[in-house]
């Protein structure tokens, strides 16, 4: 029945994502935005929802000793895996799509300045947030602070990719619809309000989709015997990253690359910056072995990924098997 109920969520969830990565480009192109605000704002904060909601849900609705330090397991493992998928089993599978069509050695042209502010703030949120698993819980105001500032980085990183959207769509980095907007083909005009309505249509199909797919991966890891730990950092953020992967996949293969990693990398800032905030205040947030392993993991192939972008690196699909061996080192050493 499990099986089912995972392979029904995917289905929805893949036609969600249809109707979501649609309206957005017509909302980018209606309002004259950058594929770099569009993607690395609008879509990876709408697609984040549903992972963002499996560590606040852990943390805040957990009741008494017991059931409160396996929400912290799970809150901590979420947040922290979320960063760990993106950086690189979604970049890997970004990569392996844009090779069915391009081949390895093809090129990939993401729009690099976006490319590059996006990597590096992630690093140095991420970064921040990973030092602070070594600060004693006791050092509160310490804590509070640094979870300050990771929230306003990311709001000042909101701010410079505004900024800087004009000056890509004039240089021709405009979003532009390639489709018409699917609600207009059932006869409903097109208007911000219609753009909007197939928006919300989708986020909450891909939402309920994700929690339909949580819930059969997380049935089906405790019948394994999977700790929460393990589970939240493996198994949970595969399943609550599956929106980025699939609208990241089907905006690579039409050739929007800017879109397809504007939706990852705006993400990994979304989920370095923001979360880690939540869990540097509210859960213990020390380190372990899963938990350090993940984060240098992380570091390691969000830093590879940076250093061949201000190299300035022709970007081939082959280059990001690297991010798909990160993953697959991770996997094997915690399963």
């Known amino acids: 029945m499990q099986i089912v109920e995972l392979l029904l969520a995917l289905v929805l969830i893949l036609v969600a994502a249809e109707l979501f990565t649609n309206g957005l480009e017509h909302l980018g192109d209606r309002l004259g935005l950058s594929e770099g605000v569009t993607g690395s704002i609008f879509a990876a904060i709408g697609t984040a929802l549903p992972e963002t909601m499996v560590p606040l849900v852990a943390i805040f609705t957990a009741s008494g000793m017991a059931e409160a330090k396996v929400g912290e397991e799970v809150g901590v493992g979420a947040i922290l895996g979320a960063p760990l998928m993106l950086s690189t089993l979604t970049l890997f599978l970004l990569a392996f799509f844009a090779a069915r069509g391009r081949g390895w050695q093809g090129v990939l042209e993401p729009e690099r300045t976006g490319l590059r502010r996006d990597l590096g703030w992630f690093l140095l949120a991420f970064g921040l947030a990973s030092a602070a698993l070594f600060l004693p819980h006791e050092q509160a105001l310490v804590r509070v602070g640094i979870a300050i500032l990771l929230v306003l980085g990311y709001f000042l990183y909101l701010l410079l990719t505004i900024r800087a959207s004009a000056g890509l769509v004039a240089d021709g980095h405009g979003t532009e619809a390639d489709a018409s907007l699917y609600l207009s083909r059932l006869g409903i005009p097109l208007h911000l309000a219609s753009i909007f309505l197939q928006l919300f249509v989708g986020l909450g199909g891909i939402i309920y989709g994700a929690r339909l797919f949580v819930e059969g991966v997380e049935g089906i890891s405790q019948w394994l015997g999977i700790s929460p730990l393990i589970l939240s950092l493996l198994i949970v953020p595969v399943a609550t990253e599956l929106p980025e992967k699939i609208n990241s996949i089907l905006w690579i293969r039409r050739g929007k690359d800017t879109l397809a990693f ?46 061949l972008v201000i190299r300035g690196v022709r970007l081939q699909p082959i280059h990001f098997l690297f991010q798909g061996i990160c993953y697959a080192t991770y996997f094997l050493v915690l399963s």
Do not use: H
């Open 262 to 307: 504007g939706n990852i990398t705006g993400a990994m800032v979304f989920q370095g910056s923001l979360l880690p905030a939540i869990g540097v205040t509210l859960t213990p947030w020390t380190a372990s072995f899963p938990v350090l392993l993940g984060v240098g993991i992380t570091l390691l192939a969000a830093g590879y990924t940076f250093l």
